[in-house]
């Protein structure tokens, strides 16, 4: 069987190694009373599997659960059997949970704002500011995941704010952070008190109640056998999976000493809670310990184990319940819903975000039919905007017969400014360092972003993009900066030539571009817009001088260029696809006043209506579970007869990031030029399709298989031109790591036009 590991990582407390003990009922009844008994899981970490099993067996000797309350994981198991979840519908509700996306608080690609998209891959980690101040994180996790999956869990209750009125009555154990003391919850919403309940610290963020801050219960009280006798048990069986303090072999790692500190605090205080229990049942478990996921089965079967041994123990409970007029009564089992009317919304915690926000975010009008992934697709759309450090929901009755009320429960981030820093390393480009500075909400439903690029192509980035959701957004983008050299080489003479005579022509560019653009999205996945561009590129040819001038200007020229755009990403992965759909298609009239200076060596194109398209199609499919398969299509295409140079298409390069036209093409150089004459580098026309083969043999690591193969012709219009063939191919391998990704690939080409047919490509770091 497969259990929950994502509830047992919330609850890494230690306990404290006890001795088995029993005890038979107390005899404190007066006539006629019932005999009620409470039952107290403690904390323990992925040890807290125990409690199923045990629970099983409990169950099974027939003794009727009376009250029921526990610390970090046993409170969370203890919510989940309060609810109505039997013991085979817990285990079930977990099946194939990801402990490891759970506290990453990973939201799907698919969700991310579109801009976010775009723009995926350029920083390796950001930081935090707070007027411009670093912060750092309190924890590794805000929990989003995991609220959400206790809300999922626990449908049934949406509605009970006390719990004392749940199929058994419940409470939890927390600990108020800012004054140190130990909290009971009992009333209120059950998720929350679950997640607060099981806050271990450095691990999940303190969780707030009623503006009370709070962290895992068993800081302070790891077993609250004092509280379940409070509520009126007359026999209290605690399930006890506390081993005591680790050894020194044990602590090895920051979990372990974490864990072992906080067991300081609570030896004590567990030694006590023993004095006060009835039965206590407690599993042989020391060998494990609060990490110990994998080894759940095991773990349950050490539960059941435990209570087996008080057997004899539970059936005289059971006796007596039943002698005190306690008639046990099989739990009802709870059919899980999935579709629920909506007959509106409301939004708690949010101060900035008016409803209108939200009912953006939902993908449908009001009221109406909602499945539970609608409701886990409008929360990930909330949360992937980077507004919120949670956003869960809560379903309430509303005043029409069997609708609700989806409430949204957010807590918004007060982060508003973050800097970001990336690294990338390639042949070309030698190294270059960004750095990124991105302000969240400058102006309302704003992001602005500066980047500096320091280095072999360095250069000043800002942007401005305003999300207005299902209204057209607005966005401002200017670039300015220099890639150099470029070098092309032209051959002139053939083989027949006594002394052949190759021409080196470096390159450097240097441009400031800047462009705004209206644009409407739908879903983050299809955008449209209309934009106006401004571009100046002086490209200079640094080998060839003029005597007391210096280097001579190729081109000198700026342009005007409106432009169409259509574009869809579906893709699960920008840069290692498995599934998925990218589109992207433009068109652009371009308008020049002429040359900036009197050096250039050519003139932008006269007499014509200059403007091109591009479209760029890449489909991912997965063949098995370690294969996958991209196809993928490029066009740029010359409406006039020829393009200024600003404009014409390079292909060449491995590069998943290109300025310009610049086109990726296995086994060319980003800088191939098939034209003997330097006025026409680039191509006017460029057609390519191609495949990649994807396995990966282990995460985060890839094995690549590429052809492509292409027509390029240097001058007329698309339809007029005479095309030439190019072909290519590469194969590699790339591992992703936390801070970019290290790619060495080898290509191949017959259509190199200098050096040999292979090369070897080698990258790491971010991509930008």
Known sequence: ??????????????????????????????????????LVLSGGGAKGFAHLGA?????????????????????????LYATGWSTEQIDSLIQGFDILETVQDKTPRRYRLYYDKQREGRVGFRLGMN??????????????????????????????DDFDSLSIPYFAKATDLEHGTSVKLDRGYLPEAMRASGTFPSLLTPFSIDSTLLVDGGVLDNYPVDQMRAMGADIVIGININSGLSSPEKLGSIVGILDQLIGFQIVENVEAQR???????????????VMSFSDADSIYQRGVIAAERQMETLQAIARAQRASGVTPAPRPKIVPRNEFRIEDIRVSGSRDYPREYFLGRLDKELPS???????????????ATGNFHNVYYRLQKSSQTDSYLLVFIVVENPTRQYIGIGWAYDRLFGTNIL?????????????????VILGKSSSLGLSLFRDNGKRPSLGINFRMGWFTPQTFFTDFGDNTDPVPLTLRTDISNGYVQANGYIQTTVNQKFTAGIGLEYLYLKSSIDNIRIAGEGSLDFENTYFFAPNLYLSADTRDDRFFPTRGFYFNAQYKALFSPGNSGDRSLVEPPRGDFLSFITAHVEQSIPLS???????????????????????RFFPGGVRAEMPFNYVSFYGLPFTWNSDESTTDLGQNNLLKAGIKLQYTPARNHYLIAAYNYGLTSTEKSAFRASYRTIQGAGLGYCFRTPFGKLELIGTYSPDKTSGSSFSLFFSTGMTF
Request: proline share 5%; aromatic share 8%.
């Open 435 to 451: 750095l990124n500075l991105r302000i969240n909400n400058i102006l309302p439903r704003t992001i602005f972003e500066a980047d």
């Open 275 to 289: 004095g006060h229990v009835d039965l206590e049942i407690k599993p042989d478990i020391a060998q494990y310990n």
């Open 131 to 160: 007027r411009f101040k670093l912060q750092f994180p309190s924890a590794i996790s805000h929990g989003q995941n995991l609220i959400n999956q206790f809300a999922d869990w626990t449908i049934p209750v949406h509605t009970i």
């Open 369 to 383: 039919l909602f499945s539970l992934e609608d409701i886990h697709q409008a929360i990930a759309r909330l949360y």
């Open 55 to 79: 629970i099983k067996v409990i169950e099974r000797a027939g003794v009727h659960i009376d009250y029921i309350g526990g610390t970090s994981i046993g409170a969370i198991v203890g919510g």
């Open 1 to 38: 069987m497969r259990l929950f590991p994502v509830l047992l990582l919330l609850c890494l407390l230690p306990g404290i190694s006890t001795s088995l003990q029993g005890a038979a009922p107390q005899d404190t009844l007066r006539q006629g009373d019932r005999l009620k008994v409470g």
């Open 625 to 647: 579970r370690h294969f996958s398969a991209t196809l993928d299509g490029y066009a740029g295409l010359a409406l006039c007869e020829k393009l200024p140079f600003a404009y």
